[in-house]
């Protein structure tokens, strides 16, 4: 399985909310581990081969948490996935602006 897509719901300005998308996107869709001067940044990929209510839970943690360091501004609200029948994970994050 595969992060394809990443959607997100906001509240807030459209050039506040803009820059926190891209933030939160940049972060979602770097595999942690990848970025050389800070290893932590990105979301773990381990959860991908979990069935999907138990990664949904696992990936939702940790966004949340990786949100709360890297992208302050951003209240996480809620994260959803949803898969396809070729493996296709789309993630749904809706968020406040903090």
């Known amino acids: 399985m595969t992060l394809a897509d990443v ?3 906001t509240r807030g300005t459209m050039n506040e909310a803009d820059e926190i998308i891209e933030c939160l996107r940049t972060l979602i869709m770097t595999p ?3 970025v050389p001067l800070d290893r932590d940044f990105g979301i773990s990929q381990a959860p991908l081969d979990r069935p999907l209510d138990i ?7 940790e966004i949340i948490d990786k949100a709360r360091k890297y992208e ?3 209240a996480i609200r809620e ?3 949803t898969a396809n029948m070729e493996g296709k994970i789309t993630v749904k994050v809706a968020i406040a602006n903090a």
């Open 7 to 9: 959607e997100f719901n």
């Open 72 to 74: 302050p501004r951003a």
């Open 32 to 34: 942690a581990g990848t």
């Open 79 to 81: 994260v959803r996935l």
């Open 55 to 61: 990664a949904e839970n696992l990936l939702a943690v």
